[in-house]
């Protein structure tokens, strides 16, 4: 390597490891050595900046959007959207996002009356126009009823709040309710559970990846795939148009059903 540094100036770098069987990447990182640390320096930042954007978006932003973020921050190395990729490959832990709360439910699906104890879950529902949609439910357990529902184009905290609004506005529910949902960022938001502290809920989370603590909610989005979405091809949400005979609309009707027809309401508890 001493060789070929010093015929650097004298000759053409190529050239010269060619004549002496030396890679040239092998020169250049010999010459151009890291200071020790540097990379993991920079990924210790780099995680600490992607997992302040990713809970400040909710946790719907993915390394694109994420990437593009970081390029504003006007950081001192470059960030490309692959290396933004791996450090998102690595696992998180979910006590990052939200480590409180407690499963009050218990797994206890029985009630003594309505507006006792409801389930919160949210499901995908792909279209061909406007791709994947989510569907945004919330059941009483008192009747198996769907209280409120909520159609979006993206799975955020405002699509969980509007179904929360519309259950509230139908069932006009006193205080201390409970509200279980699992442990999904829409849910563990700083604003969906100042609203529901606002409003006097109880909320209940699932354990970590446990979709049995929420029964009866999976159970009611599980029967509506199979009964109606995985036989249907949407074209595209309709959003905010009840009355389309697309997606919005055909699902309303199912979600009607459900909650109107008597031989159904045993179905959602398991």
Same mark, same amino acid.
């Given at each position: 390597?001493?060789?070929?540094?010093?015929?650097?100036?004298?000759?053409?770098?190529?050239?010269?490891?060619?004549?002496?069987?030396?890679?040239?990447?092998?020169?250049?990182?010999?010459?151009?050595?890291?200071?020790?640390?540097?990379?993991?320096?920079?990924?210790?930042?780099?995680?600490?900046?992607?997992?302040?954007?990713?809970?400040?978006?909710?946790?719907?932003?993915?390394?694109?959007?994420?990437?593009?973020?970081? %390029?504003?921050? *006007?950081?001192?190395?470059?960030? #490309?959207?692959?290396?933004?990729?791996?450090?998102?490959? @690595? =696992?998180? &832990?979910?006590?990052?996002?939200?480590?409180?709360?407690?499963?009050?439910?218990?797994?206890?699906?029985?009630?003594?009356?309505?507006?006792?104890?409801?389930?919160?879950?949210?499901?995908?529902?792909?279209?061909?126009?406007?791709?994947?949609?989510?569907?945004?439910?919330?059941?009483?357990?008192?009747?198996?009823?769907?209280?409120?529902?909520?159609?979006? %184009?993206?799975? *955020?905290?405002?699509?969980?709040? #509007?179904?929360?609004?519309?259950?509230?506005?139908?069932? @006009? =529910?006193? &205080?201390?309710?409970?509200?279980?949902?699992?442990?999904?960022?829409?849910?563990?938001?700083?604003?969906?559970?100042?609203?529901?502290?606002?409003?006097?809920?109880?909320?209940?989370?699932?354990?970590?990846?446990?979709?049995?603590?929420?029964?009866?909610?999976?159970?009611?989005?599980?029967?509506?795939?199979?009964?109606?979405?995985?036989?249907?091809?949407?074209?595209?949400?309709?959003?905010?148009?009840?009355? #389309?005979?697309?997606?919005?609309?055909?699902?309303?009707?199912?979600?009607?059903?459900?909650?109107?027809?008597?031989?159904?309401?045993?179905?959602?508890?398991?």
């Amino acid at each position: 390597m001493n060789v070929v540094a010093s015929q650097a100036q004298h000759h053409n770098i190529k050239k010269v490891c060619q004549v002496l069987g030396i890679g040239r990447s092998s020169y250049y990182f010999s010459t151009h050595k890291r200071p020790a640390g540097r990379l993991k320096n920079q990924n210790r930042l780099l995680r600490q900046e992607i997992t302040r954007i990713y809970h400040e978006q909710d946790g719907i932003y993915g390394a694109p959007k994420i990437s593009a973020e970081l %390029k504003k921050l *006007d950081l001192p190395f470059q960030v #490309s959207e692959k290396r933004v990729q791996r450090i998102m490959k @690595r =696992p998180y &832990k979910t006590d990052a996002v939200y480590n409180g709360g407690e499963n009050l439910l218990k797994r206890d699906f029985s009630t003594t009356k309505i507006n006792e104890k409801w389930v919160s879950d949210l499901t995908s529902i792909h279209t061909i126009r406007d791709g994947w949609c989510y569907l945004a439910s919330i059941m009483d357990l008192a009747t198996n009823k769907m209280i409120g529902w909520r159609f979006s %184009k993206t799975m *955020d905290r405002a699509c969980v709040l #509007s179904a929360l609004h519309q259950a509230i506005t139908t069932q @006009r =529910p006193a &205080k201390n309710v409970i509200l279980h949902s699992d442990r999904g960022s829409q849910y563990t938001s700083h604003e969906y559970r100042e609203e529901l502290f606002q409003q006097g809920f109880r909320q209940s989370f699932s354990a970590k990846g446990c979709p049995y603590d929420n029964a009866p909610i999976e159970s009611f989005h599980a029967i509506l795939k199979k009964e109606i979405v995985y036989r249907t091809i949407f074209t595209s949400s309709c959003e905010g148009n009840p009355s #389309s005979p697309d997606l919005v609309g055909q699902t309303h009707l199912t979600l009607e059903f459900y909650t109107c027809s008597p031989s159904r309401l045993g179905l959602f508890v398991l």
